[in-house]
């Protein structure tokens, strides 16, 4: 529990810091993109990861804050190794220029953190004419996972490591439409409620993890991909949103975690020898938890997923 800071198998606990989760931990030699790495949790992932001797690659819409970022981690990390690559998640064009742009850059790939998100905002389509949230925390991702994952085989491959694909969901899964995800209904705006279609998105993000983790299985391919809940966190994820905004500006953040603490889960599923050879699992607190709806565990809603996600990149 949070508040007494309860330790779980790993050792660490809802109060534990990206710094704790991480000390000791040597990622020199490894690459890292975090995306919406210029607010919120995906600041402290790349700073941590920066300390720690990754080479990161922020994923970001806003490139000028993108680069003012990079000035303040390289002051107080002198040594921090990031680039900064324009992704606007919402647009299939922006992703795969995303990705041109990197495989172009001959990086190799060791760790991809899918932290970018939003939150229940009022009903918009995305550039490519579909629902906003869905578009954003999942589609966008998907279609970077996929665009990147050849990348990452080879680096894994030639680098004999472990391939890390850490997908950022929320416990806010549990707000998802009762089936989960509505694919005949995604763009029904008489039906949107803005909490579970945010719920929705969350929901694909777990299972984007475990249909991904067991095609990899399957392939035999030395890469794990995990998602979690990174805990509550006062960010800007509720901007769009005046009631969420509201609540995050309130006395409410001084009972919440730490953006460091927020950080910590991602960051200790990325990097953590603890975490070695476990793909498909829901972390929380830095530990490997339960999800807590059926949908969430639901294999064939997954594949299912899988399917409908493919056909919307490639249309
Ligand atoms: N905060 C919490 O309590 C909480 C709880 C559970 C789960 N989460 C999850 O944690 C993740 C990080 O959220 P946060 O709390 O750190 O929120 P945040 O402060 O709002 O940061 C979100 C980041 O995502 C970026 N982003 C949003 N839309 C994007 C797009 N279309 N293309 C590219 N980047 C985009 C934002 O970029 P800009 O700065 O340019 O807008 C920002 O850098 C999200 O996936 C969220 O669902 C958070």
Known sequence: MWIFGWKGQSGFSARSTAEEVTE???AAGLTAIVTGATSGIGVDTTRVLALRGAHVVMAV????????????????????????IQLELSSMASVRKFATEYIDSCLPLNILINNAGIMAPPFSLSPDGIELQFATNHVGHFLLTHLLLDTMKKTARESNREGRIVIVSSDGHKFAYSEGIRFDKINNEAEYNCYRAYGQSKVANILHAKELARRLKEEGVNIMANSLHPGEIATNLGRNNGLLNAISNSFIKYLLKTSSQGAATQIYVALHPQVKGVSGEFFKNSNISETGTAPAQDEELAKQLWDFSMKLINT
């Open 61 to 84: 819409r806003n490139v000028e804050a993108g680069k003012k970022l990079k000035e303040s981690i390289l002051k107080e990390i002198p040594s921090a190794k990031i680039d900064v």
């Open 24 to 26: 000791g931990i040597d």
